[in-house]
């Protein structure tokens, strides 16, 4: 159970680590050496921006249908 547990963890932050990287252009060292504080601030922006993409992309897609 505790290596699951474990698994689990290195999971949830190699993911949080790709989420970064892709979607603020971060480093991957930078990412391994953000506090947990810094990086639960940009995985929220990054969720921002990510938001903002989708929305402009709707209204594109929304432009082109008319």
Sequence with gaps: ???KNLQER???T???NWELLTV???T???TKKLSEYDRGYLLLKAEELKEAR???QQILTDNIRK
């Design 1 to 3: 159970m505790a290596n």
């Design 10 to 12: 290195i999971k949830k």
């Design 14 to 16: 190699q993911d949080e």
């Design 24 to 26: 603020l252009g971060m």
């Design 28 to 30: 991957w060292e930078d």
């Design 54 to 56: 989708r929305q402009r």
